[in-house]
């Protein structure tokens, strides 16, 4: 749901105030236990955020802007729409598709932990799940933006999402001018991650951003 409330009952508060460090010090311990490799550690954590996890939320937003069928069907139940494309699974069972338009800008936060959809974006990056984020994008969203690079004309609205353990969003971002004649595949690329969380943009063919 669009965030416009603090509901300390939700799951999330029964969490540690800092999940991240415990993460830390148990990779550590692991580690001088010989039980982990940080240099596979460091694999696994590069193709997650920066190949698998993004390329398959490309395809899904490509898909989105050149079939109008599939288009309708992810925009219903988006769930089941990159279900059928193979991307689902744990930290993605259930999704919603947040889609920008002329009048309004989407961005995406988790403002108690860092719900995030793992099958189609990878792992978060260290700034979605830092609290300088998670608290200043809900109170000046176009400031944060503006940090990312991004300056949204002034007319245009801006709606923060806030993700949970129940659902997590994909914000599928308009489809930049001149691209008419572009495959499925060619758009894929002009998809970028932060594009997919609201705090970037599509890129241009030129590789600049819409």
Not at 52 to 66: E, Q, Y
Not at 81 to 110: D, K, P, W
Not at 158 to 163: F, G, K, L, N, Y
Not at 194 to 199: C, L, Q, V
Request: aromatic share 6%; glycine share 8%; hydrophobic share 40%.
């Amino acid at each position: 749901m669009p965030h416009d409330h603090h509901d300390d009952s939700h799951p999330h508060s029964l969490l540690p105030p800092d999940p991240a460090l415990r993460v830390k010090a148990l990779e550590t311990l692991l580690e001088r236990k010989g039980l982990l490799d940080p240099a596979a550690l460091d694999e696994i954590i590069e193709t997650y955020a920066h190949k698998v996890g993004p390329k398959n939320g490309a395809r899904v937003v490509a898909r989105a802007w050149v079939d109008a069928d599939f288009h309708k069907a992810l925009m219903s139940d988006a769930t089941e729409a990159v279900s059928q494309m193979g991307f689902y699974g744990r930290q993605g069972e259930h999704m919603v598709a947040v889609e920008n338009t002329e009048a309004l800008h989407n961005i995406v936060v988790c403002t108690l932990c860092s719900c995030y959809p793992w099958p189609l974006l990878g792992i978060p990056p260290g700034w979605y799940k830092s609290d300088a984020y998670r608290a200043r994008v809900v109170r000046e969203p176009r400031a944060v933006l503006a940090d990312f690079g991004v300056e949204l004309p002034k007319g245009q609205k801006v709606r923060v999402w806030d993700s949970t353990a129940e659902v997590r969003y994909l914000v599928i971002p308009r489809r930049p001018a001149g691209t008419d004649g572009l495959s499925e595949e060619a758009l894929a690329a002009l998809v970028t991650r932060d594009s997919m969380i609201g705090t970037g943009l599509a890129l241009l063919p030129d590789g600049a951003q819409t």
